[in-house]
């Protein structure tokens, strides 16, 4: 999968969780998204594993940095 | 050993002088002997926890990280001796008296005894933190300690062992091993937060308790809300003091020995909302039952399924899991704290706050879109300030008492006529105290201001800046304060959150 079709199905998967639109890119945290706290962000990595049909481990879930590196696991665990 | 005790304070000199000494290789286990000498003052008795501890966590996680264990059972193994050792030693008798009272209420009899068995100090904070190491072991986040005696290390460290902050394994260890060339900077730096704990315990924390401690057992003497409303906030500055003290002593002692701990406090009481209030108060326990509670939980097959079958429902989808999640997470929050109800409803208190916020969250949302210039001035934040320290100071007539039937008494008290010696004992005590109690906490706020305003300039930075002449000048004004304006010594030894 390329990285702008990740990117391109991530923002809709934000609007979807935050109401609102989102611009993403690699150095994106959560800090700069409003709502993307401790409390929304199982819901948005679940939502995001339904979309790509993927798992996370635990250990990514509480250990991503940044969007890129969630589309670079998004990658990996969809080849 | 009480960190505010003159014991403390040669053995701690004693440790920074042979720790500096030594070569680097030898360090550790100096620290690993300080840490149970530390432990074992109370009484050695308290080894035998730590012991067990140390054991079971460092054999479940070597055995995951060899694969000699499945990492499904050396976490659940791990987790029963851990969490099953707290259970007997802090919930057994609460949990006997509740299986009594139920089995009474379905017309069976039974007479579970009332063991009382002795609370370890520090079990609590200990055993979070050995159980967070061996979960991040089962989730490949860090690797096994093989060293015993390193592992132990990680278990037992002196500064953090009775009150936290509770260490995360990966920031903490590589700390305590590797080699350090000794910091003057960091250890002035050091020196001044244990000073500055030393001022919130000695002058803040310890003036309020001399002042207001007679009230708890006597709530019934206090009539009136703004009586109230002064014990509660005096208690929550008190407990502040006390608490966030304590931490920068640990904080500052480590920081001398060359080891950063994970900060607890972070200007909680400037917090915008309950939420907001717990991402700066005792913040090692949230992020101990986020990583390993809230974030499981949520990922756990019951909720993960309810999220999908609600998935046509977005919005419901999105909030009822996070709402049921955090029901379950604030009641063990309010567990952990202590083996009765009060505290389970003190839990629950924040939590339907913090409930309240996610379910009412698109109101609110909206209404911040629609007014952005009233939700960004100062005014509003001033006013989420106010709002939250009030939810917060309301939750201590529950967390103080550790009753509810004194909660109950307590509010009762709030709204009932002001008529009663016990109000005109309280004035009188504040009005003649009033410099001592006051001065105090207003400069404690102040310094908390300045670091809420400018989280990255620190005030020791700026100190650091200061002519020597005029930095010793401070520091000896500092000192001669707290011994001659401070309150210590008998009675006055113990901390707030021991009995966690």
């Known amino acids: ?79 | 050993m009480v960190f505010t005790t003159p014991e403390f304070i040669v053995f701690f000199a004693a440790v920074f002088v042979a720790y500096w000494a030594l070569p680097s290789r030898g360090r550790w286990g100096l620290l690993l002997a300080a840490s149970w000498l530390f432990y074992a003052w109370a009484s050695p008795y308290y080894l035998i926890f730590l012991g067990v501890t140390t054991g079971a966590t460092y054999l479940a996680a070597v055995g995951m990280d060899t694969k000699r264990l499945s990492r499904k059972w050396g976490g659940v193994g791990a987790a029963v001796v851990t969490i099953g050792m707290l259970v007997v030693f802090k919930y057994l008798e609460f949990l006997f008296a509740n299986v009594n009272w139920l089995m009474g209420a379905v017309g069976v009899h039974a007479s579970l005894p009332a063991v009382k068995l002795l609370l370890p100090i520090g079990l609590s904070f200990y055993v979070f933190q050995s159980l967070g190491y061996c979960i991040d072991v089962q989730r490949e986040i860090v690797s096994a300690e093989r060293n015993f005696f390193k592992h132990a290390l990680f278990v037992s460290y002196f500064p953090q062992i009775l009150q936290g902050p509770i260490g995360d394994y990966g920031r903490l260890a590589p700390q305590l091993f590797e080699a350090k060339t000794f910091n003057y900077e960091q250890a002035v730096f050091g020196i001044q937060r244990v000073a500055w704990g030393f001022f919130k315990k000695v002058m803040v924390a310890n003036i309020i308790a001399d002042r207001i401690n007679p009230v708890w057992s006597a709530v019934g003497d206090y009539p009136g809300l703004i009586c109230w409303s002064a014990i509660l906030v005096l208690y929550a500055i008190q407990l502040y003091a006390d608490f966030s003290g304590y931490m920068d002593i640990a904080c500052g002692c480590s920081q001398m020995l060359g080891v950063r701990l994970d900060e607890n406090f972070q200007c909680p009481y400037f917090a915008k909302s309950v939420a907001d209030f717990w991402r700066r108060w005792h913040i090692t326990l949230g992020a101990w039952f986020k990583n390993y509670v809230f974030y499981p939980l949520l990922r756990g097959g019951l909720l993960t399924k309810l999220r999908k079958r609600l998935k046509g429902r977005r919005k419901l989808a999105n909030v009822v899991p996070t709402v049921l999640a955090l029901f379950v997470v604030w009641f063990l929050i309010g567990l952990w704290h202590g083996a009765d109800w009060s505290y389970v409803a003190y839990g629950l208190f924040h939590g339907a706050f913090i409930i309240l916020a996610v379910a009412l969250a698109p109101v609110t949302d909206r209404f911040h879109a629609r007014c952005p210039a009233l939700v960004n001035s100062r005014g509003y934040a001033v006013f989420q300030m106010a709002r939250t320290f009030a939810i917060v100071t309301m939750g201590y007539a529950i967390f103080k008492p550790a009753d509810l039937a004194t909660t109950g008494e307590i509010l009762r008290q709030m709204f009932s006529a002001v008529d009663g010696g016990g109000v005109y004992q309280i004035q009188y005590t504040l009005h003649h105290s009033f410099i001592k109690v006051f001065a105090w906490i207003a400069f404690m706020f102040a310094v908390d201001a300045v670091h809420y305003t400018k989280p990255n300039g620190t005030i020791r930075a700026w100190l650091r800046r200061w002519p020597v002449a005029a930095r010793w000048a401070v520091y000896v004004a500092g000192l001669w304060l707290m011994v001659f304006y401070g309150e210590y010594g008998s009675g006055f030894e113990q901390f707030e959150y021991f009995k966690f």
């Open chain 1, 1 to 79: 999968m390329e990285r702008a079709e990740v990117y391109s199905r991530l923002a809709d998967v934000f609007r979807d969780v935050f109401d609102r639109e989102v611009s993403l890119a690699d150095a994106t945290t959560a800090a700069d998204v409003p709502g993307w706290d401790s409390l929304n962000h199982i819901t948005l990595i679940g939502t995001i594993e339904d979309e790509f049909d993927v798992k996370f481990p635990m250990k990514d879930v509480v250990g991503m940095k940044n969007v890129g590196e969630l589309v670079d696991k998004i990658i990996e665990l969809s080849a």
